[in-house]
C-alpha cells in the first residue's frame, strides 16, 4: 500500500509559479511510476505530467511545467511557471506499480487527496 500526500496548492496570480510536492510512504518509491493529474470544476481529470526514466508531459503545460522526483525523499515535485487561469484545478498526485510513462488514471494505483491550485487574471 502507498499513501500520497500533496502539498504546495495555493492562490497564484497569471504568471506567478507554484511548486507542488507528493510525498509517498512504502519502501519501493524508485519502482514505481509517478504522474501528476488535474480536475477542473465540471471537466473531466486530465493528465499533466508523468515520470519514471524519463518525463512526459500534457500539450497544454509542456514548456511550462517540469515534473521531477527523488527517491531518497520518496517525493515527486510539481514546478509550474508561467501560470495561466485555465490551469485552476484540484492537482492529483499517482502512483503506478508497473513502472513507466502512463497518461491514464487507469494505470495508476494510488492516488492522493488533491490539492488546490487557484490562478487569478
Known amino acids: 500500500q502507498v499513501q500520497l500526500v500533496e502539498s504546495g496548492g495555493g492562490l497564484v496570480q497569471a504568471g506567478g509559479s507554484l511548486k507542488l510536492s507528493c510525498a509517498a510512504s512504502?519502501?519501493?518509491?524508485?519502482?514505481?511510476?509517478m504522474g501528476w493529474f488535474r480536475q477542473a470544476p465540471g471537466k473531466e481529470r486530465e493528465f499533466v505530467a508523468a515520470i519514471s526514466w524519463s518525463a512526459s508531459y500534457a500539450d497544454s503545460v509542456k514548456g511550462r511545467f517540469t515534473i521531477s522526483r527523488d527517491n531518497a525523499k520518496s517525493t515527486v515535485y510539481l514546478q509550474m511557471n508561467s501560470l495561466k487561469p485555465e490551469d485552476t484545478a484540484v492537482y492529483y498526485c499517482?502512483?503506478?506499480?508497473?513502472?513507466?510513462?502512463?497518461?491514464?488514471?487507469?494505470?495508476?494505483?494510488?492516488w492522493g487527496q488533491g490539492t488546490q491550485v487557484t490562478v487569478s487574471s
Open positions: 512504502g519502501r519501493t518509491f524508485s519502482n514505481y511510476a
Open positions: 499517482a502512483a503506478g506499480r508497473s513502472y513507466g510513462l502512463y497518461k491514464r488514471g487507469e494505470d495508476y494505483n494510488y
